[in-house]
């Protein structure tokens, strides 16, 4: 049981490259989220997926897409990266109850040149 | 903008003492509150989260929630080097599916 997994752990890219970052639970959970944690701004929401088939913007989705491949997975892509880009990306999830606790992966540390 | 504020710190304690993390936030129909603590390079886990006005109690950690006052606090006692962290608030927001606002965390430095 793994819980949370996201590859790749780092990634370097110029500035208008673009990129997906994976993210895969394996605990049957319902929603599935990704964040961004910048030096002294904490966790922001880009976007999350309630249910599979389903996603929504969070709190800062500009520069991002999303794809929830199947209850599994949930995919974040940068199409044309910017600095500001630069970043800690979390995947996290929960089950279907909005009290449960959300399960975070490892991280993805991204470096936009 | 709804928001969670933290001090960032660092909170500097002994071994042995009373750390108290504090945390406002701005929505006034919050229900639910939680705190995460994240070691350095590593993600965030949950150690406590709190619905209803007053204390909850797990082992060494303590949190206590007053709604009136919009205020939530962490206390770790006997705080040990291993506690040498920092701790996110979270709340989650009023009418979001599990949308939970994260504060930018508070860091805390037990020293021996």
């Known amino acids: 049981n793994a819980g949370v997994t996201q590859t790749p752990k780092f990634q370097v890219l110029k500035t208008g490259q673009s990129m997906t970052l994976q993210c895969a639970q394996d605990?049957?959970?319902?929603?599935m989220y990704w964040y961004r944690q910048d030096p002294g701004m904490g966790l922001r929401l880009i976007y999350y997926s309630a249910s599979e088939g389903t996603t929504d913007k969070g709190e800062v989705p500009n520069g991002y897409n999303v794809s929830r491949l199947n209850k599994r997975e949930f995919s974040l892509r940068l199409e044309s990266a910017a600095p500001s880009q630069t970043s800690v990306y979390f995947c996290?999830?929960?089950?279907?109850?909005?009290?449960?606790?959300?399960?975070f992966g490892p991280g993805t540390r991204l470096l936009v040149l | 903008q709804k928001e969670v504020e933290q001090n960032s710190g660092p909170l500097s304690v002994p071994e042995g003492a009373i750390a108290s993390l504090n945390c406002t936030y701005s929505d006034r129909v919050s229900q639910s509150f939680f705190w995460y603590r994240q070691y350095s390079g590593k993600s965030p886990e949950l150690i406590m989260s709190i619905y209803s006005n007053g204390d909850k109690e797990d082992g060494r950690f303590t949190a206590q929630l007053n709604k009136a006052s919009q205020y939530v606090s962490l206390l770790i006692r006997d705080s040990q080097p291993s506690d040498s962290a920092t701790y996110l608030c979270?709340?989650?927001?009023?009418?979001?599916?599990?949308?939970?606002?994260f504060g930018a965390g508070t860091r805390l430095a037990v020293h021996p």
């Open positions: 996290a999830s929960s089950e279907r109850d909005p009290l449960e606790t959300q399960y």
């Open positions: 605990m049957n959970h319902n929603s």
């Open positions: 979270a709340v989650r927001e009023t009418g979001g599916y599990n949308k939970l606002i």
